[in-house]
């Protein structure tokens, strides 16, 4: 079945690690995103990619790098930097560029610092 | 800065009761998508309004984008307990997808 999967579903850092999630997709769609989900608030995108070879800074990009080496693949690195990485860790994709259809999410990774 | 409000943040009711959640925004929106997400789970996505005034219906739900495009609402008629979960609105702003923060439903069966 077609889908996008992440890895892992659950992770503990302690503090000074970076962390890389992974996320990929057999959908063949152009666009990926990263999501970050805190209790009580909405999804806050963190980076967005169009095509392979490139993406974009969300609203809160601070502290995350990602890389598009290829179009199935979209991870997420941690870095020491962010100040709060404890969350809720959401990839999407979608079948053209930002904002124009639906979003297909993973199940996500949840991100706990020790 | 750029926000889409949702209302309530938590909703409770008794299976059978009507549920509704309400998203505002300062600016006018593209468009409007819907998204529902399980306990534990992950964004579902539900639908997406574009046209002014628009209405659309799935079975026990009915979405509504408002004339201005800048406020919709999404209402479940006799809400049972498959209906939990959190709803979250997202509007397109400039080519920005926003999401609102979400509204919690429970059911009390």
């Known amino acids: 079945d077609g889908g996008i999967t992440q890895s892992p579903k659950y992770l503990f850092r302690k503090e000074g690690q970076n962390v890389t999630l992974s996320c990929e997709q057999n959908l063949n769609h152009d666009a990926m995103y990263w999501y970050r989900q805190d209790p009580g608030q909405g999804l806050r995108l963190i980076y967005y990619?169009?095509?392979?070879?490139?993406?974009q800074k969300g609203d809160i990009a601070e502290g995350y790098s990602v890389s598009r080496e290829k179009k199935e693949s979209f991870p997420l690195t941690v870095t020491s930097a962010q100040k709060n990485p404890t969350a809720f860790y959401l990839c999407?994709?979608?079948?053209?560029?930002?904002?124009?259809?639906?979003?297909?999410f993973g199940e996500g990774s949840r991100l706990t610092v020790l | 800065g750029q926000q889409v409000m949702q209302i309530p943040q938590y909703q409770h009711v008794q299976e059978g009761e009507d549920f509704t959640t309400y998203c505002n925004s300062s600016t006018t929106l593209s468009n409007i998508q819907w998204y529902k997400q399980r306990p534990g789970g992950h964004p579902v996505f539900l639908i997406q309004?574009?046209?002014?005034?628009e209405v659309k219906k799935q079975k026990r739900l009915t979405f509504q984008f408002g004339e201005a495009k800048k406020n919709s609402s999404l209402h479940i008629t006799a809400t049972q307990t498959t209906d939990v979960g959190t709803y979250f609105c997202a509007g397109n702003q400039g080519g920005k997808l926003i999401f609102g923060q979400g509204t919690e439903l429970s059911v009390k069966p």
């Open positions: 309004l574009v046209k002014s005034g």
């Open positions: 999407a994709s979608s079948i053209r560029g930002r904002n124009t259809g639906e979003l297909f």
């Open positions: 990619s169009q095509i392979v070879n490139d993406f």
